[in-house]
């Protein structure tokens, strides 16, 4: 009897937890666009970037909180909410996050988000994969819950890291053309490492010399290659020649061998 007590009692709270899981509402993926994102911006120049979230209440709650975060300095978020092409309300936020309230009774079929700010500097060099900051990366928050609705990660450089960049780039073109040589993967790893390490607009002059010098060991390497190319070639034409011209030696020889017996 106890057993089939605790049985049914599991059974009671099971059956529960499914109800209570089916009426609970589901989190609906917001869509999102973009105008204006950089595939990438110099460290200290002015970037803008305007974001769109679209029908922001459809299967989702009648209240939540759109959060902007930014790695920008020098922020101002401009947060405009319309409905059927009208302005409703708009907001602006100067700090590198913003909290912005949306309710459904206010009405609002699209969230417009502009952002204005200044590219921040690089902590790390790295040069596989490329250097990202955070441009913009906008969530949905209802409590203790964070959605994220899209993210927009932009590379960022400075003059010379991206002189170094574009040394390296090529020297591996090179490389790659040439089929390979190890001296010259040699010096474009050390190129990498000088990249990578650099701190001074001197380390990164440092990166390039180096790439080049690999760029220019590859080319040579091509160089000898195709020279040994057209060496092998040409002394392929001449046993050519020289077996075409022992061949008709040997057919004019045995012509004046059969005049002789005739």
Request: no cysteine; aromatic share 6%.
């Given at each position: 009897m106890t057993m089939s007590w605790i049985r049914c009692s599991r059974l009671a709270a099971l059956a529960v937890l499914i109800v209570s899981l089916a009426a609970a509402p589901t989190a609906v993926a917001l869509s999102s666009s973009a105008e204006g994102v950089p595939s990438e911006s110099q460290v200290g120049t002015e970037v803008s970037a305007t974001f769109v979230v679209a029908d922001p209440f459809t299967e989702a709650p009648d209240e939540w909180t759109l959060r902007g975060e930014t790695e920008l300095g020098n922020v101002s978020w401009t947060v405009t909410v319309i409905d059927q092409g009208d302005q409703i309300s708009q907001e602006t936020y100067g700090n590198q996050s913003f909290n912005h309230s949306l309710?459904?009774?206010?009405?609002?079929?699209?969230?417009?988000?502009?952002?204005?700010?200044?590219?921040?500097?690089?902590?790390?060099?790295?040069?596989?994969?490329?250097?990202?900051?955070?441009?913009?990366?906008?969530?949905?928050?209802?409590?203790?819950?964070?959605?994220e609705i899209d993210a927009w990660t932009p590379h960022h450089y400075t003059e010379k890291s991206k002189e170094a960049r574009e040394a390296i780039d090529a020297a591996s073109a090179a490389i790659d053309e040439a089929g390979g040589n190890q001296e010259a993967e040699e010096q474009l790893q050390r190129a990498i490492r000088a990249y990578e390490s650099a701190n001074s607009e001197a380390d990164f002059e440092n990166a390039i010399d180096l790439a080049n010098d690999a760029e220019q060991k590859a080319e040579q390497a091509q160089q000898s290659r195709q020279t040994m190319q057209l060496a092998l070639y040409a002394v392929g034409g001449l046993v050519v020649l020289l077996l075409i011209g022992g061949g008709i030696y040997y057919w004019r020889s045995q012509q004046d061998t059969y005049d002789k017996l005739g």
């Open positions: 309710t459904n009774s206010e009405g609002g079929d699209e969230v417009r988000v502009e952002l204005v700010g200044t590219v921040p500097a690089i902590e790390n060099y790295t040069y596989d994969p490329r250097e990202t900051y955070r441009l913009a990366s906008l969530s949905r928050v209802q409590g203790s819950n964070v959605q």
